[in-house]
């Protein structure tokens, strides 16, 4: 099974990278907020990214701040059409069905279905 891993990215503001495996590269979507089960986050598809990031942790070159493994494990896509992808995640903290839906040029939406296990909304 192809392979995920989410990042949590400090630079230029504290944000989440998802990244998922496709081939010889990793599909890139930046997240505001980290994943949690009933909650839309808004997301920005990102240039593909190379697939050393699935183990990487660390500082980024050209000051570009460090990234932390946040969350990583497999996937398996369910349905992909244009600007819709579905994924069911198995990972160390998050199992369950992610939906990314494009709302516009590179501005996404990114769903972790609301009976998925992840870590509890912050409050509010």
Do not use: N
């Amino acid at each position: 099974m192809p392979r995920f891993v989410i990042l949590e990215h400090d630079h230029p503001v504290l944000h989440w990278d998802l990244m998922l495996e496709a081939g010889d590269a990793l599909k890139t979507w930046r997240l505001a907020a980290p994943p949690t089960a009933g909650h839309t986050i808004a997301a920005v598809y990102l240039a593909e990214h190379r697939r050393e990031y699935l183990d990487y942790e660390g500082p980024v070159s050209r000051g570009r701040g460090s990234l932390k493994r946040w969350d990583r494990g497999v996937y398996a896509a369910l349905e992909q059409s244009h600007g819709r992808l579905a994924c069911k995640l198995e990972g160390d903290r998050v199992r369950g069905t992610i939906e990314l839906r494009q709302v516009e040029a590179d501005k996404w939406t990114f769903t972790l279905s609301a009976d998925a296990v992840g870590p509890p909304h912050p409050p509010d």
